[in-house]
């Protein structure tokens, strides 16, 4: 007995120990058990009752709180209330975290319950490799240790040993520790719909979320990922956590595209990449929470200039990271920083060495790897092992490179990923970062500077900037991805129409700004980013009053500014009759104007 848990010393249970090996975890155990039992109980009765506990198990809910008896017990005059972020915290009964172990364990549905448990990932993909540090890379093992000797027949011994404490003992997961948001709201309801959708409209989620979405979207991926339970977070840490990250980026009033706004998006594209591109089928519980996290934190701090403009200028931090990824160093010293200035905010605090290492490890790996100066040389590595291993997680596992170069991969591709969704998320984002692209290009201007490329606003050709960024950088690196993940097929696709479409479309300056007025108007805010571009009479008004500008007075300034060409310039975003894509993974052409 240890920690107040004890193995049955029943013959059923020492066989599975012994056929396993060192392997087992405290969950196959229980499960094992679970499937026994409904063979013994009465089925009609307890069935549905086992099932319960065993889904429970898997996916690592054990402790996460039941929304319906919440409501229940507001209903009935209890206090229903969830704990809130802020609430004190006991470091004295702060657990010591276990080794971990490789695969996440998810086991055959209840309808199937008489199979006997394997190990099998997410995506029924069966991995029979250990990783070489498998022990510290997840959490469902709950330390299963066996002390040594053999009895007098020779046998080994296995007496198994509880570690350090089972990954769900703890407080807790609330389904949202923020006071404004309750299960019942529309930002409840827009993430149960669209969570795992590749058009996530984060734009229209900034506005539902009151102006924090990275805190509320970093929340749900750790709490769907079962990150909780597979490193027993503690839950009022993590809501500190998450909301000091978001408070250290600038918003779209300052920074029009590197914000928190940006942060979420790639955020949710990555958990869209690991669940509806299916591609967590590769991925061990660390591998995931060290994914997520990255992205959380990916572009913290940045103040929307390149890092060319750092170097030229020769600032702070030029000079301190040596000209070399200087803004990715920069952020993820400051995610680091942020955990050990506060243990009330250090979500890794109390994991053993050797995991933490290898967190630590894996986040400045794929942090870093988001510089695109090193766009060419990491996508090459990659395309390299995607050759070698293709579909095959054995493979994958075998090389930690391999593993290394995947997980850079696909938040690279999540980072850049903005001209794979539908035309409305595409336009929007690109109105975003070539506005950041001029503000720096006024600086570098009036600071006697050459201009950056894609920064000067009096020459850029913006319709073919995005059509050369498509071709070069983003459709290479979704085909790139294609040899490991089938329905990367659907980005391509997205692709060649966002592509075809700003071909189609010569924009201007103008024509983004009148876009921008469109999409604030169906907003319903003010206007969308500060543009300092010359005003329009259609554009937000500097009080910050509801454009009330129509598609038909859009079309006819857009008119009579030009001639009409054979097509009409009216920029493909204002479009009504549009084609959509097949309603796969939330794929829709034009979005919301389809």
Not at 49 to 64: K, N, P, S, W
Not at 311 to 335: C, G, I, M, P, W
Request: a negative charge.
């Amino acid at each position: 007995m240890a920690d107040g848990l004890v193995l049955p010393k029943t013959p059923e249970v020492r066989s599975k120990i012994q056929a396993d090996g060192e392997g087992v975890t405290y969950l196959q155990v229980a499960l094992d058990v679970l499937a026994r039992l409904e063979n013994v109980l009465d089925a009609a009765a307890y069935g549905d009752e086992i099932r319960f506990v065993r889904d429970c198990l898997e996916v690592g809910h054990a402790q996460t709180q039941l929304p319906c008896l919440q409501d229940e017990e507001d209903e009935t005059g209890g206090k229903g209330d969830q704990p809130k972020a802020d609430d004190p915290e006991d470091d004295a009964k702060a657990r010591k975290r276990n080794a971990r172990m490789s695969v996440k364990m998810v086991f055959s549905p209840a309808t199937e319950a008489k199979q006997r448990p394997s190990k099998i990932n997410q995506n029924g993909a069966v991995s029979k490799v250990k990783r070489k540090d498998y022990q510290f890379r997840g959490g469902m093992s709950a330390g299963l240790q066996f002390r040594g000797g053999v009895n007098q027949g020779g046998d080994k011994l296995m007496e198994p040993v509880l570690g350090n404490g089972v990954p769900w003992l703890g407080a807790p997961v609330p389904a949202f520790p923020f006071k404004n948001v309750r299960l019942d709201s529309p930002v409840a309801s827009y993430m149960e719909e669209h969570m795992d959708s590749w058009n996530f409209d984060m734009e229209k989620f900034n506005k539902l979320s009151g102006g924090q979405p990275l805190s509320i979207v970093s929340w749900e991926v750790l709490r769907r990922s079962g990150s909780f339970s597979e490193f027993n977070i503690e839950p009022s840490k993590c809501a500190r956590f998450v909301q000091a990250v978001e408070g250290k980026y600038a918003t779209d009033r300052t920074t029009p595209y590197h914000n928190n706004l940006h942060a979420a998006d790639v955020t949710q594209t990555m958990w869209s990449m690991l669940t509806a591109l299916q591609l967590q089928k590769y991925y061990d519980p660390l591998d995931t929470t060290a994914s997520l996290l990255s992205a959380i934190v990916h572009d913290i701090g940045h103040d929307g200039r390149s890092n060319a403009y750092h170097v030229a200028k020769q600032d702070e931090l030029a000079v301190t990271y040596n000209d070399r990824s200087v803004l990715e160093n920069f952020h993820v010293s400051t995610a680091f920083r942020l955990l050990f200035s506060n243990v009330s905010t250090n979500i890794l605090h109390g994991l053993p060495a050797e995991q933490y290492t290898l967190f630590r490890k894996e986040i400045i790996d794929m942090v870093l790897s988001t510089d695109m100066a090193l766009h060419f040389a990491k996508t090459g590595d990659f395309a390299q092992h995607a050759s070698k291993n293709g579909m095959s997680v054995d493979r994958w596992h075998e090389d930690e490179n391999s593993m290394f170069a995947l997980r850079s991969m696909v938040l690279h591709t999540a980072d850049i990923s903005n001209q794979a969704k539908n035309q409305q998320i595409a336009y929007s984002w690109a109105l975003r970062v070539l506005q950041e692209f001029f503000l720096q290009g006024d600086l570098e201007k009036a600071a006697g500077l050459p201009i950056s490329p894609l920064c000067d606003r009096a020459t850029l050709d913006i319709s073919g900037s995005q059509v050369g960024f498509i071709g070069f950088i983003v459709k290479p690196s979704f085909e790139m991805l294609a040899p490991v993940c089938r329905e990367v097929t659907l980005c391509l696709q997205q692709l060649n129409w966002n592509k075809q479409e700003w071909q189609d479309n010569k924009m201007t300056s103008k024509d983004l700004e009148l876009l921008a007025s469109r999409r604030a108007h169906d907003l319903g805010v003010g206007e969308l980013i500060p543009m300092n571009l010359p005003m329009s009479p259609l554009y937000s008004r500097q009080d910050g009053s509801r454009p009330d500008a129509t598609d038909a007075e859009i079309a006819e300034e857009i008119k009579n500014r030009a001639p009409p060409p054979p097509r009409s310039h009216m920029p493909a975003f204002l479009h009504k009759s549009a084609i959509s894509a097949p309603p796969l993974l939330g794929f829709s052409r034009k979005g919301w104007l389809a």
